[in-house]
């Protein structure tokens, strides 16, 4: 091959090239100046046989969207219903990242002279308090805070995200803000635009500016929940980008619609789905004990027919049947499920649990072959994984929530401290608050406290850290700490001293390091 006057030859993987009429080159002298390996193709770049059906150009997210999205919404949401291992990762999703009291709030407010204004804190607290109840953060008047917050969760790992409505003004409830929660599949994937005379364009139903950024959503038109999923005759009626919560994992550079968290698992969910039900009908007829009768005469006179005419025989276990003459039985029994079953299971378990980004023991709850350094290694690089979900959780939805709430609690004059309203002067000084997801007890939380105390004794650490972590707010633990020792002391009753720890301290870490054995063993 020729091209700008050089000759270029291709050995083995190896690529050479030349001027014409060059001499030729031993092969010491025609090595890549990288070395011997710098101008071989990667064997993921490779075309041949084995790479047979793999893609060779590189999509666009656009792309993958726009082609996967509502199929694999249509089949998460099928999961979501009769898949338990769908079903399991939701519930592990809502339990780790919103936990059982919700993503909890401590307002952190001071006055100029940085002492906390207490009073403003505990009516912000007290507020954001009362607005989560039933009544008044969503606009039907039925969900809490907390199910909002599950319900986000819900849709964003079946649907891969989650859209929601900000509502302002005297139609928002008592406090002039709540949220209206919408199927996302009212943005509709396939609409997009080109013409639009502001010089903006629509991609899968939101538009955007020239450099990317998000004005409006151009939603279905459609009234409650009844709309159709077909793309014929649709109108589309846009909503300002400022009232939009729109909430998604983004994974790629120009990312604008999310897919299902399950996208890389799910096709295992189902055909592990399809190979259970298989074994577990095979093990109930291998149970059965059932078989096939021949005649030498014809066709047996069976108990019906199916509908396909065919002659069926119903069989119960423990029951015999007398046979026609120049009938006899042939015997019929099922060897599978065997012993393969356990580790195939396990094995497509493992790859789905990976898709995931759990644990294989938090998705099957099998800890049949757990010991102590095992799941202590699986569990920290699982809670990772959690702990960067709740502060994505409260950096793109908790925090946006909480100003928009505030501004409009504080025009509304419904945050009052010491017999009159908060300022609305001072709403920059009412944002600083500390959000306080659930926290997780170790595998041994006696060593986790004596490192608690260690790392609080040495600066490290500071007790409302701790006490953070565990998903409480340290405000209240210390108030009601205050409170208990009061009440103890009017009582008589002698709060109880921590026990001196033991002189033969070589001892007492023998001991524990003889523990750590036995849960390893």
């Known amino acids: ?3 700008l006057g050089f000759n270029i030859g291709y050995s083995n993987r190896t690529l050479s090239v030349s001027r014409p009429g060059a001499p030729p080159q031993n092969s010491s002298e025609r090595r890549p100046r990288g070395g011997a390996g710098a101008m071989r193709l990667y064997d993921g770049a490779k075309t041949d046989r084995l790479a047979t059906g793999w893609t060779t150009r590189p999509l666009t997210i656009d792309e993958v969207v726009r082609m996967s999205l509502r199929t694999l919404r249509a089949r998460s949401r099928d999961a979501g219903d009769k898949n338990d291992y769908q079903k ?15 993503i909890g709030l401590q307002a952190r407010a001071k006055w100029n002279n940085k002492t906390p204004d207490i009073d403003a804190n505990d009516a912000i607290e007290d507020g954001f308090r009362k607005w989560g109840e ?30 929601m409505i900000e509502h302002r003004g005297a139609n928002a409830g008592p406090y002039g803000y709540a949220l209206q929660h919408l199927d996302p599949e009212l943005l509709d994937v396939n609409y997009d635009r080109e013409d639009l005379p502001n010089g903006n364009y629509i991609r899968m139903g939101i538009e955007f500016t020239q450099l990317g950024r998000p004005v409006a959503y151009h939603l279905i038109d459609a009234k409650s929940s009844d709309y159709s999923y077909s793309y014929s005759s649709r109108k589309y009626r ?11 994992i983004v994974e790629r550079v120009g990312q604008k619609r999310g897919l299902p968290w399950n996208a890389t698992s799910i096709f295992h969910m189902k055909m592990l789905d399809g190979y259970d039900d298989a074994a577990l009908v095979n093990a109930r007829f291998g149970a059965s004990q059932m078989g096939f009768i021949t005649s030498e005469h014809g066709q047996h006179k069976g108990d019906g027919e199916d509908g396909l005419g065919n002659t069926v025989i119903e069989v119960e276990p423990g029951v015999f049947r007398h ?12 060897e599978y499920p065997n012993g393969e079953y356990d580790g195939f299971e396990a094995a497509q378990l493992r790859r789905i649990a990976a898709g995931l980004g759990v644990s294989y023991t938090s998705l099957s709850g099998n800890l049949k072959d757990v010991n102590f350094s095992s799941i202590r290694a699986g569990l920290l690089e699982e809670r990772s994984v959690w702990q960067a979900l709740q502060q994505w959780m409260i950096e793109y939805f908790h925090q946006r929530v909480y100003r928009n709430w505030l501004q409009m609690a504080l025009l509304n004059r419904k945050l009052w401290a ?20 659930r926290g997780w007890k170790w595998v041994d939380p006696k060593k986790e406290m004596e490192a608690n105390e260690k790392a609080i004794n040495e600066n490290v650490k500071t007790a409302s850290a701790v006490i953070r972590e565990e998903g409480n707010d340290p405000d209240e633990v210390f108030r009601e700490r205050a409170w208990e020792l009061n009440r103890m002391k009017e009582l008589g009753i002698t709060p109880a001293k921590k026990p001196k720890a033991s002189g033969n301290q070589k001892e007492d ?3 524990d390091d003889e523990t750590d054995d036995k849960d390893d063993e």
């Open 1 to 3: 091959m020729k091209a």
């Open 134 to 163: 039933p009544g008044y953060c969503d606009v039907t008047g039925t969900l809490s805070w907390k199910v909002q917050q599950n319900l986000v969760i819900n849709t964003v790992v079946e649907d891969g995200e989650a859209l």
């Open 238 to 248: 846009p909503i300002s980008a400022e009232k939009i919560i729109h909430l998604f």
């Open 509 to 511: 870490k023998d001991d």
């Open 323 to 334: 046979l026609n003459p120049g009938e006899k039985v042939e015997k019929w029994d099922p």
């Open 88 to 102: 399991k990762f939701k519930s592990l999703a809502r339990s780790n990242i919103i936990g059982p009291q919700g």
């Open 418 to 437: 010491a017999g009159a309203p908060l300022s609305p002067e001072r709403e920059m000084k009412y944002r600083e608050v500390v959000w306080m997801p």
